[in-house]
């Protein structure tokens, strides 16, 4: 199972970014889906998660101006960053919780969202 984590980038304050994260490989099921991030120097946080019947939640920092969504029969989750700010740099990750052998968490690689004028 691997998870690929897309879509990060250089943008402006108040600009926006679509990040994407498509699961493959050997799988029979995904439970919960979600993205967390690690700016320089703090603890990797929770962005977003989603769970299969599309039931989310956010951290209170992105409430507002980010959107989780997932496409099941694609196996690919989405997050929509809008009105972005300077402190929402960081990496993100994405995991998601599969139904391979057994159930586990993978994770993806993590993709660089920096904001900045």
């Known amino acids: 199972v691997q998870l690929q984590a897309s879509g990060g980038g250089l943008v402006q304050p108040g600009g926006s970014l679509r990040l994407s994260c498509a699961a493959s490989g050997s799988i029979f099921s995904i439970s919960d889906m979600g993205w967390y991030r690690q700016a320089p120097g703090k603890q990797r946080e929770l962005v977003a998660r989603i769970t299969s019947a599309g039931s989310t939640n956010y951290a209170d920092s992105v409430k507002g101006r980010f959107t989780i969504s997932r496409d099941n029969a694609k196996k690919t989750m989405y997050l929509q960053l809008n009105s972005l700010k300077p402190e929402d740099t960081a990496v993100y990750y994405c995991?998601?919780?599969?139904?391979?052998?057994?159930?586990?968490?993978?994770w993806g690689q993590g993709t660089q969202v920096t904001v900045s004028s």
């Open positions: 995991y998601a919780n599969v139904l391979s052998k057994i159930w586990r968490d993978y």
